[in-house]
């Protein structure tokens, strides 16, 4: 009977402290006394190793021996105890060493690559030392000095990413993330809680837990057999002929999109499921007929990717359904190490933007199984062109009846051009000229003067409240260095579009007025009637929120709900093949 993993890794973890423990047992008095002054010097010499390694930041034996940015921790995790090794008692391996190297051995489960760091010098060193094979202390020294970096590493991938998101023009900052490395290998070693440490540095999110359960799946699937790539016709529509309907109906069964064949154990991974279906599965007398169920699935992965669920297979969907499965693990991945960089998500309410998917999801509870109190589609910045930036702010007030202050790219390269070629573009338009973004401005009149102004950028263009206004009937105002905010848009039908990017960065949502009944519920004066009256109100009217409301403007090409489907999107603005080239092409642990 084969041995399950979690048996497998308890028999790792524990071979150390049995070796070590049967090698202790044979020996006799004398031995023990001559033991006792070995392990004195050979602590004393690991002891110096070990202070030697910290103070050069340099580990020669590791695959990436330079660690400038943990000095400090490992500083702090062996000055207070003279450097002493922290891994080995009377000189032979803790149990908390095999657990150690187990932890690490499972990196590729959370996202992260495990050949960074080093298993197999770890395991040869430490089982060395557990059948007794003589070790000088500076091998020693190396030998425990690694571990403990090695595992810094990890825990502070685990909480802070790999990559600084800065170095990618993001506006998140993981510097206020920054954990107590040296305290969380102490606690480990002392409390005996190696795994639950490592829990405790991972993001606390449902979506983290659910795309990490999601990855294990996705993996699996990647290493089954499964068809090759789809033959691609021009447009597949329900009840055509398609020669490859097996293969269809057997990759939408893997992927969950159509429901368990007879005679599968609902029970089996879904790896098994797809090894045991890797046969043809028999059709009903309809042959090869593209239609009944099967459609239903292709509609249910058109949704999961982003895609108009119409059940016809065009290019947009061959190319998703003839995306490597090795890919879309790629994508979780990325998208678990995007979750990493995230600051601490203390309280609710929040509100995020995930910009791939073109959705905004407002939570009143960030407590594990949280659903979205609302949720809908939003417009994006055009790829390309005027992108939505990715950062972190707090929804301070809201604007009811705003004006709208173009930028000066859209006052330079649309405002003034249209001016030239009608002299009442701006009044068709409901625009003025203003000498300042302030909504006190007086407006300034229409003459060769102040158009020469607006040309030179030294006055602005505004646009009136009312219904034609391009922010619609209600603004979200997070201040940022971005100038981007939420806001409601008079082009209604832009959101039954199925690739949304098409502002100048900010962000329009779907039902605004929605939001702003979440976002005023705690201030009883705004009732839902006083809210659309304000709206409609044709003067703008500024609402200070009692309690600023967090705002994420994220970028995942990969979502896990609730229910465990996984929802995939394009890259869009090209962000993860930006990410994945930093992950493979720069030096880890070098924030």
Known sequence: MPMIPDLRSAVRAFSFVALATATLGVMGPASHAQADTVRTDLAGSAAAQIRTRIREGHEPHLRWPEFPHYQAEMEALYGPGGYQPLWTENNRPRRQAGEAIEILRQAE???LPVEEFDLSYLEEGWRSLAFGTPMSGEELGDLDAA???LLMRHLSDLHNGRINPGTLSHGLDIEPKKYG???AVRRSLEEGRMSLVVEEAEPQLEQYRTLKVALGRYRALAQSPHPASLPVTARLRPGDRYAAVRDLDHLLRMLGDLGTPAGVD??????DRAQAHSDPIALPPAGLIYGGELVNGVRRYQERHGLSPDGIVGPATWKAL??????????IE???ERLRWLPDMESAPLVIVNIPSFRLYVFDSITPGARPALQMNVVVGKAGLSGTPVFADRIRYIEFSPYWYPPRSIIKDEIVPGLARNSKYLVSHDMEIVPGTSDESKVLDMNAENLKRLRTGSAWVRQRPGPRNSLGLVKFVFPNSHNIYLHDTPSRSLFARERRDFSHGCI???????????LLRDQPEWTPEEIGKAMLAGSARRVNLKTPVPVYILYATAVSRPDGAVLLFDDLYGQDKELDHALLEGEPFAR
């Open 147 to 149: 571990t403990s970096l």
């Open 322 to 331: 003839n995306q490597p499965l090795a890919r879309r693990v790629r994508q």
């Open 109 to 111: 489960s959370r996202g």
């Open 181 to 183: 490395l040296a305290a």
């Open 266 to 271: 609902t029970s089996a991974s879904p790896a």
């Open 508 to 518: 329009r949502v779907q039902d605004p007025r929605a939001l702003a009944e979440f």
């Open 334 to 336: 990325l998208a678990l």
